[in-house]
């Protein structure tokens, strides 16, 4: 079956929701207008994308794409990209290969002189690296708040 890549719309929240469960088993509750209040400032946001992957209808695996104007690099801005999730009964079909590089083709299409993520799981930079990022160009540092 052939997959589709879209960008979120208003009906999809629920199903983000649903599949983000499978991203941060234990995440922090997420309250229903809070999370619509949000979800409409990123869908309505012309910086702020929401990339899902669909097959058969099905929501299979989505990415979050935060383009972020800049004053440095000419004025060209860059983009920070979160919330790469798949399913985990769709892991390993290369989903998450192809809604990252769907991503990355919409940020240089944005005119993004890069690209940068994170992730937490170590056993994941391979995966990242065959999608063409480099763990080692520069050095992520991370602060949490206090009350979290």
Known sequence: MKFKIRTAKKGDLEQIL????????????????HAKAIYKH???????????LEEGGIMRASCYLNIIENLSRGCLPYGMIENV???????????????????????WAENCYKVMLMTGQKELVPFYESCGFDAFEKSALVIRAPAL
């Open 42 to 52: 990123i869908t309505d946001s012309d910086n702020l994308h929401i990339f899902l």
């Open 18 to 33: 649903e599949l983000y469960k499978h991203l941060h088993v234990n995440d922090l509750p997420v309250s229903g207008d």
């Open 85 to 107: 999730v798949t399913h985990e009964q769709y892991r390993r079909q290369g989903f998450a290969k192809a809604i990252v590089q769907h991503t990355l083709s919409f940020a």
